[in-house]
């Protein structure tokens, strides 16, 4: 009893305590708590500009932290060397938010990419690991084209299978609705969902899409001035009283979220009296 | 202004420095890639080879050209007309067929990895391969630099080669030089040093542009702009660094 407990698998996959992040002079986090439950679709939502990227390039340790911790399944990232880096890395799958494929490969190689570099399989087998992941992204079809040919769409449907291609335990989105039409964007959701619970993964999935991230997501993060503003499952935040949410989750362009980036007095730039 | 000097310095000699840790990173796995991806540097060499093949035999046959008209030119006028085969050679050989061909390598080959791997970066290409826990040194940089490396020399002998069947055409058949003379002369004079300068040259060269090519691309700022601005760098720094390295290498052998 007491062994199943300490062999239990931990319920966080990521942990990020008191994370402080700078871009140059501009503060990005300013001491960030967010956990990943493990099995579950966490979604990380936000108004653009305010690093969820740069979240999900922390979390994968692509950047360091200027202080704070990220853990994952237990393991502080800040001390891994190259080594562990890439073997912890092997776990993850990532899309990234323009799709990044390798333009030189062909669709078919770009997802058959990891699987060289990484197992032994054999050219058959590869191959049916291939056309399954494209097959499941409605991209079969497209097997032979290049990255160059296709749409940013379809870009981003390949990316997604070459992100499934090794069945890592986490997988990251960095917004994979965007672009696509009602019909691939609801396959695509019911896909995320399905790979979640079918096998037993983590997804971390960043969008702005409040209506999409409703029904695909178990948890939300809502990001605001380089901390969490919100956080909880759909329902909570869509019942949630506090204007901030409120704003974003229905739309509105006036609220404590400002629409715009900091900039001068509007009024005062177009007459021209800020240069003076 | 001379604070400006010293900041340009102090950012010269920085630039050095990070450049040749940059070389030694990557001569350090120089055996493991050789070994595990051995057809992508094939293939990178038959593209650099390839890119470039075409520009480097009309120049080389052009200025070898060049060399027999300038020679004959003036070397009538001691009566040495027969020392043109030898005047080609050595200019050949020795100087003009290493640096053109590192020059038209750096504008050819060189801006193409440079503005390749620049790309990569600014499309995130780089930092997908690293998530797939895929060094990009070793599957992107290494095969292209090596790649390089290895085509210069070839790139080089095609170069002087063509050179100097581009001198015997307009020497001897434009200006009736002796063919004995031309060729007999230069095989007499031109000995082993010189060939084994050329060829150091050559590899040296390919060394530094394929380093600058792969080296402006891996740090271009990955903006549309920063990598034409790579692009750029690759080809003035290039086209310094063999210049100034020549000068040193000639004096040397002289010594
Ligand atoms: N390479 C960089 N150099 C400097 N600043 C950067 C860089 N990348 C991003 N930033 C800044 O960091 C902030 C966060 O960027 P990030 O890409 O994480 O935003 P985001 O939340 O993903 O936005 P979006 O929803 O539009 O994708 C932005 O304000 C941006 O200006
Ligand atoms: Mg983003």
Not at chain 2, 173 to 185: E, K, T
Request: with cysteine; glycine share 8%.
């Amino acid at each position: 009893m007491l062994r199943r407990e300490m062999n239990a698998p931990r319920d966080n996959i990521v942990e990020i305590r008191d994370l402080h992040f700078s871009r140059g002079a501009r503060k990005i986090f300013d001491g960030l708590n967010v956990d990943i439950k493990r099995g579950q679709v966490t979604a990380i939502m936000g108004p653009s500009g305010t690093g969820k990227t740069t979240l999900l390039r922390l979390i994968t340790r692509q950047l360091r932290p200027d202080h704070g911790t990220i853990v994952v399944d237990g393991v502080d990232i800040a001390n891994l060397n190259k080594a562990e880096l890439y073997k912890l890395r092997k776990r993850f799958g990532m899309l990234f938010q323009n799709g990044a494929l390798l333009t030189d490969l062909s669709v078919f190689e770009n997802v058959a990419f990891p699987l060289r570099e990484h197992t032994n399989l054999s050219n058959r087998l590869i191959r049916h690991v291939v056309l399954t992941k494209l097959h499941a992204v409605g991209l079969r079809g497209a097997a032979d084209m290049m990255p160059g040919e296709l749409s940013g769409g379809m870009a981003r449907r390949v990316a997604l299978a070459r992100a499934m291609a090794t069945d890592p335990d986490i997988l990251i989105y960095d917004e994979p609705f965007v672009g696509l039409d009602p019909i691939s964007m609801g396959v695509i959701v019911r896909l995320v969902r399905r790979m979640n619970d079918a096998l037993g993964i983590s997804s971390i999935l960043v969008s702005h899409d409040v209506d999409e991230i409703s029904t695909v997501s178990d948890c939300s993060y809502l990001l605001s001035d380089g901390k969490v503003a919100a956080s909880g499952s759909p329902d909570e935040l869509n019942r949630a009283s506090s204007e901030l949410v409120r704003q974003f989750m229905h739309g509105m362009a006036d609220g404590p979220v400002a629409f715009h980036f900091a900039a001068p007095d509007y009024a005062e730039q177009l007459l021209g009296r800020d240069s003076e | 202004m001379p604070r400006e000097l010293w900041i340009t310095f102090v950012e010269f000699v920085r630039t050095f420095g990070a450049l040749t840790l940059f070389l030694v990173e990557l001569l350090i796995q120089v055996p493991r890639v050789f070994v595990r991806r051995f057809r992508l540097i094939v293939a990178q060499v038959y593209n650099a080879g390839s890119l470039s093949l075409v520009i480097i035999m009309v120049c080389g046959a052009f200025v070898g050209g060049v060399l027999a008209l300038q020679g004959y030119a003036n070397l009538t006028r001691f009566n040495a007309e027969d020392a043109v085969g030898i005047f080609a050679g050595f200019a050949l050989i020795k100087e003009l067929g290493p640096v053109i061909t590192a020059l038209l390598f750096a504008g050819r080959a060189g801006t193409a990895l440079a503005s390749e791997i620049g790309l990569m970066k600014a499309t995130d290409q780089l930092s997908a391969m690293e998530m797939m826990a895929v060094d990009p040194i070793r599957r992107v940089v290494l095969p292209r630099f090596l790649g390089g490396v290895i085509a210069m020399p070839l790139l080089t002998a095609v170069f002087s080669m063509i050179g100097l069947l581009g001198a015997h055409m307009v020497g001897v058949m434009l200006l009736s030089i002796d063919v004995g003379a031309f060729w007999q002369q230069m095989q007499s004079t031109l000995d082993l040093r010189d060939v084994s300068e050329g060829i150091l040259k050559s590899v040296v060269f390919g060394v530094i542009a394929s380093l600058l090519a792969v080296w402006e691309g891996y740090n271009a700022i990955p903006t549309a702009e920063g990598v034409s601005r790579a692009t750029t760098r690759t080809v003035v720094l290039t086209a310094i660094a063999v210049l100034i390295t020549d000068f040193m290498i000639t004096a040397w052998f002289l010594r």
